[in-house]
């Protein structure tokens, strides 16, 4: 095994031990275990085991060691969670570039198919009132632009909705962390 990929299976090993240290931290039973230790520990005066100027000396020192790793745990949740927002921010913005693009590109179709029906309604003056197969061809073409042009506002519609709701997500991942 290559010496990158065993320092990444450490890495990640290290990952999940100090999401377990979080979330056992942040548990009910976390919180029953150190009251019965601080419980413990004070009642040992109590009883004359040891005495009151060592326990608080030991639990004192226990106590800032706690908060010491404690702290660097939170921190690194805290750097893991940033990492993940700006990784959701950023397929969000590429997201919405596409969504523009795709934009670009309907309006682009649009204008194809006016100047279409442009070019169809002009045959239409042009031709001979006899020729009835070719108006019902030209019906028929007129009557697939505009369906068209309607499935078009109707993705017009969709993507304004799409960019909605990104700017939604922008600004739910924009505000302050508590």
């Not at 090993?13 to 029953?32: A, N, R």
């Not at 921010?89 to 442009?118: H, K, L, N, T, Y």
């Not at 909605?164 to 302050?176: G, T, V």
Request: aromatic share 4%; net charge negative; proline share 2%.
């Amino acid at each position: 095994m290559s010496r990158e990929k065993l320092t990444e299976k450490k890495a990640e090993f290290l990952q999940k031990v100090t999401d377990g240290v979080m979330w056992w931290i942040g548990s009910i039973p976390s919180l029953i275990v150190h009251s019965i230790v601080f419980l413990v520990a004070f009642l040992l005066p109590v009883f004359g085991i040891v005495a009151v100027d060592k326990m608080l000396l030991v639990l004192t020192t226990v106590l800032s060691l706690e908060a010491i790793y404690l702290a660097i745990f939170i921190q690194m949740s805290v750097n893991r969670s940033h990492e993940h927002i700006e990784d959701i921010r950023e397929d969000i913005e590429e997201i919405q570039d596409d969504i523009e693009e795709i934009s670009e590109d309907i309006e682009e179709i649009s204008v194809d198919i006016d100047d279409i029906q442009e070019d169809i309604e002009d045959i239409a003056e042009d031709e001979d009132d006899d020729d009835h197969n070719e108006r019902a061809r030209n019906v028929m073409l007129k009557s697939n632009v505009s369906s068209n042009k309607n499935e078009i506002r109707a993705m017009r519609d969709v993507i304004a909705k799409l960019q909605a709701q990104l700017h939604e997500l922008k600004q739910e991942n924009d505000l302050p962390k508590s």
